[in-house]
Structure formats: C-alpha cells, structure tokens
C-alpha cells in the first residue's frame, strides 16, 4: 500500500470532481479525523490514517483490502469508479437524479435511464456531468453521466437516454466475484 502519484492523484480527483465538485475538500479535510487515499494492487483505497497505520504492520502479499475501495485504475492507466464509493458521492454530490419505482429495476440491471423513468432532476445540471441516482425514496442506487442538460431533457421523447449508467447498486449481485 502506498501513496498516489501526483498523475494518479490527478485523475482521481478529476473523476470525483466530476461528482461532487468543490465538495471534494470535504472527503480530505474532515472534522472527526483525517482521510487519506491510497494505491493497493491497482485499487484506490479512501482510508483513515490510523487504520493506515495499522494495515502498515500487514505484509502485502497478506493484505486484501483497507478501508472503502473507491476504484481501480485500468491497464491503460484510466481511473474508473466502484460503486463502493456511493455512500460517499451520495453524501457529497451536486448533481443528482431521482428515478421513478418503474425505473428503478432497470437501472439496477445495468440499463441507462430514460426520460419516462425520470422523476426528478437537479436544476442547471450540465451535459456530461456526473450525477447520483436515487430512487424516489431518497436511497442511492448508483451513478452515471447525463447526456442531456435539465433544460434539454424537456424537450426530449420518453424513450431518449437521459442518464448514461456506469455503476449501480446491482453490481454487488452481477459481479461479486471480480468487485474487491
């Protein structure tokens, strides 16, 4: 386990700003006790420094995992997001997408949402921005980038795509194997 380059620093932070913006401060400087991210195996970990400290003490050829996995970088040195770090954009997002119970099922199989799934928007949310969805009940369910601003999905049949999927809830079901 090891720190973050300054280029992996980088497209972390780049793809979780694309989230939760300048309420990335808030994941680093927090009021109970400092958080720090580190590489392990090609996964970013979001971890406490005194559980740092201890998983030092670990060989790591022993250790498995150490605090919340956020994401893995590809071979191609792409950094891409694990649902597992949904609580965490959930709490701090911008832009969010409430889906309607129709909607919800489809989502959670790995399927874009449609604008007839849509139930409610963020206002003055831009095109290609990162958004948390969530059910009607306020309960995260996953991620994903718009495809269309608020302003044009009015406009918009039901059928068109307003929220590209990129990860979801789900995946703990369809992919629990290859997850951690």
Same mark, same amino acid.
């Given at each position: 386990m090891r720190p973050l380059t300054e280029e992996e620093s980088k497209a972390v932070f780049e793809k979780l700003a694309n989230y939760i913006g300048k309420n990335l401060v808030h994941l680093i400087d927090r $009021? +109970?006790?400092p958080y720090c991210f580190r590489l392990h195996k090609d996964r970013v970990?979001? =971890?406490?420094?005194? %559980?740092? #400290?201890?998983?030092?003490?670990?060989?790591? *050829?022993?250790?498995? %995992?150490?605090?919340?996995?956020?994401?893995?970088? %590809?071979k191609s040195g792409k950094f891409k997001l694990h649902v597992t770090s949904l609580d965490y954009l959930a709490q701090y997002a911008k832009y969010k997408v409430?889906?309607? $119970?129709?909607?919800?099922?489809?989502?959670l199989y790995g399927n874009?949402?449609?604008?007839?799934?849509?139930?409610?928007?963020?206002?003055?949310? $831009?095109?290609?921005?990162?958004?948390?969805?969530? %059910?009607?009940? /306020?309960? $995260?369910?996953?991620?994903? =980038?718009?495809? #269309?601003?608020?302003? /044009?999905?009015?406009?918009? /049949? *039901?059928?068109?795509?307003?929220?590209?999927?990129?990860a979801d809830v789900g995946e703990y079901l #369809? /992919?629990? +194997?290859t997850l951690f």
């Open positions: $009021p +109970d006790e970990y979001y =971890v406490s420094e005194s %559980s740092m #400290r201890l998983g030092v003490s670990v060989a790591r *050829p022993s250790l498995i %995992s150490l605090g919340t996995c956020f994401g893995k970088f %590809s409430w889906i309607k $119970p129709n909607g919800e099922m489809s989502f874009h949402v449609l604008k007839n799934h849509l139930g409610r928007i963020t206002e003055d949310t $831009p095109e290609h921005q990162g958004v948390v969805v969530y %059910s009607m009940n /306020d309960v $995260p369910l996953g991620f994903g =980038v718009t495809s #269309r601003s608020t302003v /044009d999905t009015r406009k918009l /049949d *039901p059928t068109a795509i307003i929220v590209f999927h990129q #369809r /992919d629990e +194997d």
